[in-house]
């Protein structure tokens, strides 16, 4: 991870609502740097308090990777 404390690698997240498939995070990558500040901004909808809770462990990705340390 060359330094970085979180990364994450080719995060989906989707549910099922009404039997159809939504998508929320599609092949997701982001690699978070030590002693760096990031802000995580959108529209309503788009996915930032599920990538939040990603993040933290809070909930699995359906799909990839959180790596930390």
Do not use: D, W
């Not at 549910?15 to 030590?34: D, M, P, S, Y």
Request: hydrophobic share 45%; aromatic share 8%.
């Amino acid at each position: 991870m060359n330094g970085a404390k979180l990364c994450i690698q080719g995060v989906e997240k989707f549910f099922l609502h009404a039997g159809n498939r939504v998508e929320i995070l599609k092949k997701t990558t982001i690699l978070f740097q030590q002693e760096m500040s990031y802000a995580i901004m959108g529209a309503s909808g788009v996915g930032k308090s599920t990538l939040m809770h990603i993040l933290s462990g809070l909930e699995l990705p359906s799909a990839g990777s959180v790596l930390f340390n």
